[in-house]
């Protein structure tokens, strides 16, 4: 609850929460996916649970992986329809993490009712932006190692590409998203925080727009648009949100600076003036 107050605070009104903490205990993934439910409702913020049990291959079962699969898909999955605790159902394409093959056989998730994502290309190219349209994810996210071929099939499908620059930072990370190539290749780019204990422990998404533009090579305008209508559309809540179009929810942040280009250029400290949801105030300076 801290945490969702402080990212209202920077002008966040609908977050993804991605569950994936378990490593094989169910009952942990469920825990995450209930706290997020409770949240949505308990305060302004709109939380959009994302079911993420292969976020990673559990110890005990690191030399039978496709074993660990099979109870991802047979006994996870139908729990998390039934008991209607997600919307999204996503997977870590990695090497050392799953496979090609694997992440495709648990996105087949997406025939129970759950919309695909996938953590594609972050740290090896295997391919997994190429799988993400294949299968028809409604997003894909980091790709920092995509290639070419990945990038062409993205645009073709129209996967959004979840860019996590924070987490770049953070790591330190030679190599970040080619945000440029997928712009110009007709990709839509959204960028996230990528929130989480491991990886990037900030709220700050005004600083993610920083660095979209500081590492990236986004224009403030296409940062902007990162964080409000494509991040809507990664979420398939763009008919309703995102965009400040009448007949949508007014979901509006309204910050204290000159320009667009000023709010990129001043980084670390919060624009925020005040913040609308649902057409009421719920945060002022």
């Keep these: 609850l801290k945490s969702i107050n402080t990212m209202l605070s920077f002008g966040v009104t609908t977050v993804e929460a991605k569950s994936g903490y378990g490593i094989g205990d169910f ?3 469920v825990r ?3 706290v997020a439910l409770k949240l949505h409702e308990d305060q302004a913020v709109d939380i959009e649970p994302t079911f993420m049990g292969a976020h990673a291959v559990p110890k005990e079962y690191e030399d039978k992986a496709d074993e660990f699969v099979d109870i991802v898909i047979d006994e996870m999955l139908p729990q998390v329809v039934e008991k ?3 919307r999204f159902n996503d997977v870590f394409c990695e090497e050392g993490v799953f496979t090609v093959e694997q992440s495709r056989k648990i996105l087949a998730g997406k025939k129970m009712g759950l919309i695909p994502k996938v953590h594609a290309d972050e740290i090896v190219d295997l391919g997994g932006g190429e799988l993400a349209a294949d299968v028809g994810c ?3 996210e980091h790709l920092m ?3 070419d071929r990945s990038i062409d099939r993205l645009a073709e499908e129209g996967v959004v590409a979840v860019l996590l620059p924070g987490t770049s930072f953070n790591l330190q990370a030679k190599v970040v998203a080619p945000a440029r190539k997928m712009i110009e290749k007709g990709v839509p780019v959204a960028l996230a925080t990528d929130y ?3 990886s990037c422990p900030t709220e700050n998404l005004q ?5 979209g533009s500081q590492l990236l090579k986004m224009t403030p ?3 902007m648009t990162a964080v409000t209508i494509n991040a809507a559309a990664a979420l398939a809540i763009e008919e309703e949100k995102g965009s400040l179009v009448e007949g949508k929810i007014a979901d509006i942040a309204i910050f204290d600076v000159p320009n667009l280009e000023y709010m990129v250029y001043h980084f670390g400290i919060n624009h925020t003036d005040k913040v609308i949801k649902n057409g009421k105030i719920v945060y002022e300076k």
């Design 207 to 211: 600083f993610i727009m920083t660095l």
């Design 196 to 198: 989480n204990p491991g």
């Design 84 to 86: 209607k605790l997600a």
């Design 32 to 34: 995450q996916m209930e």
């Design 27 to 29: 009952d942990t993934e």
């Design 138 to 140: 409604i997003s894909a």
């Design 221 to 223: 305008d296409e940062a």
């Design 145 to 147: 190692a995509v290639n």
